[in-house]
C-alpha cells in the first residue's frame, strides 16, 4: 500500500512538473491557433496604420494623404514599425497583422513572468497566464493589426522592471508605451510613485526619480517635439476624435457604468476576488501591505479615471491596457486567502482552478457569442461595401481626386485617393466646420464645404441615397452590418460624386 501510495505521488509530482515546465508554451500554442482562425479580421483604424507605414516607407513623410503631414494615428510607433517591414519590401498588411500576433503571444509570457515575481507561485503564476490568453477582448484585437498587443507587452515590461526596482529601465519601456498608447504616461507616474515609496534613501530615492524622469522625458519628448514642430500640437488628432465635447456629471457616470461594463463582461469573477485580496491584506498588515506591491493598483484606477474625466468614448481596446493588472492581482487575491490562513494551501488551489473554469467559460460564452460573429460580420461588410467603393475610386477616378468619408482606413488605403475625413483623424478643419453639430445633421446641412471641397461624398446612414440631389449624384450604395457589437445594426455606404 505505501509502495502504491508513492508511485502515485510520483506520478502527480512528474504531471505539475511537466505542467509547469511546457504549459506556458501550450498556453502559447492554443492562443496562436484561436487568433489564427480570425486573422482575416481587421478594424479600419488598421488600415489607417498601414497607409502611415506605406506612406512613411515611400519618403512621403508623417502621412496619410501622401505629402501632407497629419496627427491622424495615436501610436507613432506602430507606424514606424509597419513602415520599417513595408520599407524591407514587405507586405504592410502582414507586416501589422503578423508583428501583432508575435507581440500578444510575448504579452501571455509577460503576464505569467510578473505574476510570478508577485505571487512567488509558478501555478498560480501559470493560471493567471491561462486566464489571460483567454481573455475575449484580448482575442478579439490580438492579430486585427492594431498596436494594442505592442502596448500590453510594453505595459508588462514596465511593471517588471520597476517591480525590480531597476526604475531606469522601467522609464525607458515607459517612455516607448507613451508611443505606443499616450495614456502610457500615466503608468510611468505609478512607477515614480512606487519609487519613491519604496527605495530607503533620500539620494538613492531623488536619483531614481531624476534619471527615470530625463529617461522618460527624452524617449517620449524627442516625439513631443518632433510633433509639435511638424503638426502644430502634441495631441493626435484620434484623442479629439474621440472625446466628447463637454464635460458633465452624466457623462462621467456613463463612462464609469461603460467602463466597469467592459471589464466585468470577461473579468467580473477575477475582479471580485482582486477586490477580496486588497480587504484582506489591509485587515492583516494595514495599508502598508500594498506599499511593495500595490503600484500596479494605481495603474488600474487612473486609466479609467483619466478616461472618465476627459470624456474619451471607450472600447474594449482602451481598457485592454489594465486587464492582465485585472487578471493578476485577481490571483494574487486568492492566494491572500491562503497566506491569511482563510483557507488551507490545498483549498486555495481548489479555488484558483474553479475560478479558472469559470473564468474561461465566461469568457468563452462572450467570445462566441458576440465578438467571433461581430468579427465575421464587419469583415463581411468590408469585404462586399468598403473595398467595392474602395476600388471603384481607384479604377474610375483620376489620381488626385478627393473623397470625404466617415471612415477613412479602408477607402484612403485601397483607393490611393485624397481623402478627407468627418472625424477630424486627418482634416480637423472638417470637424471644427462641424462645430459641435451631428454627423447626420452636418452631412444634410453640408458644413464641410466651407472646409473643403471633395470630388465625391461617401456617407454612412440607416437610409441609402438619402444626400442624392442636384448637385450629389449617387455612384452606388452598399449595405454593411458590423460596427455594433451587441446590436449590428444594418447601415448603407452610398458613394456621391459631386456635381460641380
Not at 94 to 99: I, P, R
Not at 274 to 284: E, F
Request: hydrophobic fraction near 50%; glycine fraction near 6%; proline fraction near 4%.
Amino acid at each position: 500500500m505505501a509502495e502504491d501510495q508513492e508511485r502515485q505521488l510520483k506520478r502527480q509530482w512528474l504531471m505539475w512538473r511537466l505542467v509547469l515546465q511546457y504549459g506556458i508554451g501550450a498556453i502559447v500554442l492554443v492562443f496562436f491557433v484561436t487568433t489564427s482562425l480570425h486573422f482575416r479580421y481587421t478594424p479600419d483604424e488598421t488600415y489607417i496604420y498601414l497607409q502611415y507605414g506605406r506612406n512613411i516607407a515611400r519618403g512621403e513623410g508623417f502621412s496619410f494623404n501622401a505629402g501632407t503631414l497629419s496627427y491622424g494615428v495615436a501610436s507613432p510607433l506602430w507606424a514606424l514599425l509597419i513602415a520599417a517591414g513595408t520599407k524591407l519590401s514587405l507586405d504592410p498588411y502582414f507586416v501589422a497583422k503578423t508583428l501583432d500576433i508575435v507581440f500578444a503571444s510575448f504579452s501571455i509570457i509577460g503576464v505569467m513572468a510578473f505574476a510570478f515575481v508577485l505571487i512567488r507561485d509558478r501555478i498560480y503564476a501559470l493560471a493567471a497566464a491561462l486566464m489571460f490568453s483567454f481573455d475575449a477582448w484580448f482575442l478579439r484585437w490580438s492579430g486585427s493589426g492594431v498596436e494594442t498587443s505592442l502596448a500590453l507587452l510594453l505595459v508588462m515590461l514596465t511593471l517588471w522592471y520597476a517591480y525590480k526596482k531597476e526604475y531606469l529601465t522601467s522609464a525607458l519601456v515607459a517612455g516607448l508605451l507613451t508611443l505606443v498608447r499616450p495614456e502610457g504616461a500615466l503608468l510611468f507616474i505609478a512607477v515614480l510613485v512606487d519609487c519613491a515609496l519604496n527605495t530607503k534613501e533620500r539620494a538613492t530615492v531623488a536619483r531614481s526619480l531624476l534619471g527615470s524622469s530625463l529617461i522618460f522625458c527624452v524617449v517620449a519628448g524627442s516625439w513631443l517635439l518632433y510633433a509639435y514642430v511638424q503638426f502644430g500640437s502634441i495631441v493626435p488628432n484620434p484623442f479629439h476624435a474621440h472625446s466628447a465635447e463637454a464635460f458633465s456629471v452624466w457623462r462621467l457616470w456613463r463612462s464609469i457604468v461603460v467602463d466597469l461594463t467592459i471589464i466585468g463582461a470577461t473579468q467580473l469573477v477575477l475582479s471580485m476576488f482582486l477586490v477580496a485580496g486588497i480587504v484582506i491584506a489591509v485587515r492583516k498588515s494595514g495599508w502598508r501591505a500594498l506599499k511593495e506591491d500595490g503600484f500596479p493598483l494605481l495603474w488600474l484606477l487612473l486609466l479609467p479615471v483619466a478616461y472618465a474625466v476627459m470624456n474619451i468614448q471607450v472600447v474594449s481596446r482602451y481598457l485592454l491596457l489594465i486587464l492582465p493588472v485585472v487578471v493578476i492581482y485577481g490571483v494574487w487575491g486568492i492566494k491572500r486567502l491562503e497566506i491569511a490562513s482563510v483557507v488551507p494551501a490545498r483549498r486555495g488551489l481548489f479555488i484558483l482552478l474553479v475560478v479558472a473554469a469559470v473564468s474561461l467559460a465566461q469568457n468563452q460564452f462572450v467570445y462566441r457569442k458576440w465578438i467571433v460573429p461581430h468579427m465575421a460580420m464587419f469583415e463581411l461588410g468590408s469585404e462586399e461595401c468598403l473595398k467595392p467603393i474602395a476600388y471603384w475610386l481607384r479604377s474610375n477616378t483620376p489620381a488626385g481626386s478627393s473623397v470625404l468619408t466617415p471612415h477613412i482606413g479602408v477607402l484612403g488605403y485601397i483607393s490611393e485617393r485624397t481623402i478627407y475625413d468627418t472625424q477630424g483623424l486627418v482634416s480637423p478643419d472638417v470637424m471644427r466646420a462641424f462645430d459641435g453639430m451631428d454627423y447626420d445633421g452636418a452631412m444634410k446641412g453640408r458644413r464641410y464645404q466651407p472646409a473643403v471641397h471633395p470630388d465625391f461624398v461617401v456617407d454612412r446612414s440607416p437610409v441609402p441615397d438619402r444626400l442624392a440631389s442636384d448637385s450629389l449624384m449617387s455612384v452606388m450604395t452598399r449595405p454593411f452590418s458590423g460596427f455594433g457589437l451587441a446590436k449590428p445594426d444594418w447601415e448603407y455606404f452610398t458613394l456621391y460624386k459631386v456635381m460641380k
